[in-house]
């Protein structure tokens, strides 16, 4: 058996020998075979694959070698494999381990076919009878499987499907984020890694968009589809990602329904003073309204609920990558934006052609890059509204992101009056489950906390004083999460998910014209004096209107009312006993901004 490593000889051609240089093959010199019949009809005729026996089963999906009935070997690949380094290498493989070379040495086959005979699904013996319904029922059998998987994230309402490839393992890794959390189901337990990846490749053959005429386990990939769930249009966006390992592919579950209500900000979580400070600053013309949070934090729903507040009587355009949510009355575009030359002229097209529409308001789906920065610093300079998102740890780094190298947006540009409206950084964390919250002194009993271990009964007592001291809420409000679940919110074999119900944002809003530290902070490239300026918010005026109350704070006052587990704040933030040691550092000043008590 050859041990060769068909892995290597990815970088380019290597300097090769005499010989080495003869086995080189003209791609133009392969001979395609389009479908089943025309496999049955070949000459010398097909047996069956011999990957295994070359160790080539991995690449399978590309590159197969097949013995012949005349006992030499043929090389079955995709058209754009069939003169790779790869084939080179596999060619000289043949003729080491003492097989004669078929005449002609190469064919073309598609992706299906080739699968098929790779996987030993097609060999003589199935040639015989009915060869192109057998590959049929193969390719359906894996976009079933395919599907199934797809179907069940979406009824049990997963944000994203991860199948990870373990290359050298049997089998693979299914997983789902549910309510925020990455889990296994029993159900895909033991996947077997072949029929993954093979099932992988039958599913990139229906990508829109996407970068690769197949799957490759060895290059990033991105792209999207929809699938039909339950009459239901899902979009699937596809990120995968080379791993050491093999390729871990990130499916994003979106719902495209234009029926579809989206959730109001109220509804998402958002408080009544948040949404009131929301609402305000998008009555003024111009300006950017710029959502950050981690990725999954549900900072696109946000933005789509709000885009979709907008009265009819303004032009809304959007620019994304892809289109998440559709929005009514907006004018949707999805620009797919890889690394491809023709992606990056196709997005610089779009913008020139946005910029003469007339529009008032613009959804800029994210700023990532110094593409996307430009574009920010052109609509954002031309007057328009533009709500767009960023990746940020806090609502006062937002500009620090948008002014790093990376994105390169100018600290005076995003400095001056009125260019940042409002700064929003969210998060989602578990609602608790209502039927089956404990009390939070119920934390004392070891025995019905076998998770959360770490803590002695007097550190649970110590850590709730903690917070009492630090937000003032009185204890008896809060609740925890019960790991046993009941009968509303328990699913079968997720006992991951017992106890929770949901998820909700906390979240922070800054409204960067009413700090002038702030933005002398940004201007001057110092967040130290920004962060400075900020005391930390103090329940006591729990009713009144408040520029300095981060997300962390928002989530300790749900907590308080028995919404969300005080546990799960230090797991999404950081530790109470971390925050206070936070807060003796910081300064004592007056709030940035005179506190207005609402009135009601
Ligand atoms: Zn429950």
């Known amino acids: ?335 797919a934006r890889n690394l491809d030359v023709a992606a990056h002229q196709n997005y610089a097209a779009k913008l020139r052609a946005l910029k003469r529409s007339a529009m008032s308001d613009v959804l800029l789906g994210e700023i990532r890059d110094e593409e996307t920065g430009r574009a920010f610093m052109d609509l954002a300079g031309s007057g328009v509204n533009i709500y767009t998102t960023v990746h940020a740890a806090s609502a006062l780094l937002v500009p620090e992101r948008l002014a790093s190298d990376f994105i390169g947006v100018s600290r005076d540009f995003l400095a001056m009056p009125g260019l940042l409206k409002l700064l929003v950084f969210q998060a989602l964390l578990p609602v608790l489950c209502a039927d089956c919250a404990l009390p939070a002194h119920s934390l004392y009993d070891s025995s019905r906390h076998a998770g959360l271990g770490f803590r002695t009964e007097k550190q649970w007592r110590v850590w709730l004083g903690l917070i009492h001291e630090m937000f003032g809420y009185p204890i008896e409000g809060f609740r925890v999460r019960n790991l046993a679940g009941c009968a509303s919110c328990a699913r079968p074999h997720l006992a991951d998910l017992n106890g929770y119900a949901g998820r909700t944002v906390v979240a922070e809003a800054i409204e960067p014209e009413l700090w002038p530290e702030f933005l002398q902070g940004i201007r001057q490239g110092d967040m130290q004096a920004c962060l400075d300026s900020q005391s930390p918010w103090d329940p006591a005026y729990s009713n009144e209107m408040t520029v300095s109350r981060s997300a962390l704070d928002c989530a300790v006052l749900k907590a308080s009312q028995g919404l969300i587990d005080p546990c799960d704040i230090e797991l999404r933030f950081h530790a109470f006993e971390t925050e206070r040691r936070l807060r003796e550092l910081r300064p004592v000043r007056r709030p940035a901004v005179q506190r207005h008590r609402i009135v009601t």
Not at 2 to 14: D, E, H, I, Q
Not at 75 to 104: C, M, T
Not at 294 to 317: F, N, W
Request: glycine fraction near 8%.
């Open 1 to 335: 058996m050859a041990t060769f490593s068909v892995w290597r000889g990815r970088g380019g051609r290597s300097v090769g020998t005499r010989s080495d240089i003869a086995l080189r093959f003209d791609a133009a010199q392969a001979v395609v075979i389009s479908s089943a019949e025309e496999l049955a009809a070949m000459s010398p005729g097909f047996l069956h694959s011999v990957s295994k026996q070359f160790n080539v089963d991995l690449l399978a999906a590309r590159l197969c070698p097949v013995l012949l009935m005349d006992q030499s070997v043929a090389i079955f690949a995709l058209a754009e494999h069939v003169g790779s380094d790869q084939a080179d290498e596999l060619a000289r493989q043949i003729i080491k381990s003492g097989y004669a070379p078929a005449n002609p040495a190469r064919y073309v086959l598609a992706a299906p076919l080739l699968l098929a005979i790779a996987r030993q699904q097609i060999t003589a013996q199935s040639l015989s009878s009915q060869p192109g319904v057998r590959l049929t029922q193969s390719k359906t059998a894996l976009a079933d499987a395919f599907q199934d998987l797809v179907e069940w994230g979406v009824r049990n309402g997963a944000s994203d499907l991860h199948l990870n490839v373990c290359l050298r393992e049997p089998v693979s890794q299914v997983k789902y984020s549910l309510s925020g959390r990455y889990v296994a189901p029993e159900r895909f337990r033991g996947m077997p890694t072949s029929m993954l990846v093979d099932m992988l490749s039958v599913a990139w053959m229906d990508i829109v968009g996407g970068n690769g005429a197949v799957f490759d386990p060895m290059l990033e990939q991105q792209g999207s589809m929809t699938r039909l769930v339950d009459g239901r249009d899902i979009m699937l966006r596809w990120a995968s990602l080379a791993s050491d390992n093999g390729p871990s592919v990130c499916l994003r579950l979106l719902e495209r329904e234009t029926s579809a209500r989206l959730p109001s900000l109220s509804e998402l979580g958002y408080l009544d003073d948040q949404v009131e400070l929301i609402k305000r600053v998008m009555l003024s013309e111009g300006g950017a309204v710029i959502f950050a949070g981690t990725v999954g934090s549900g900072k696109s729903t946000t933005l789509a609920s709000l885009i979709a507040g907008i009265p009819s009587h303004r032009k809304v355009i959007t620019i994304e990558d892809p289109v998440e949510y559709l929005i009514p009355h907006a004018i949707q575009n999805t620009v």
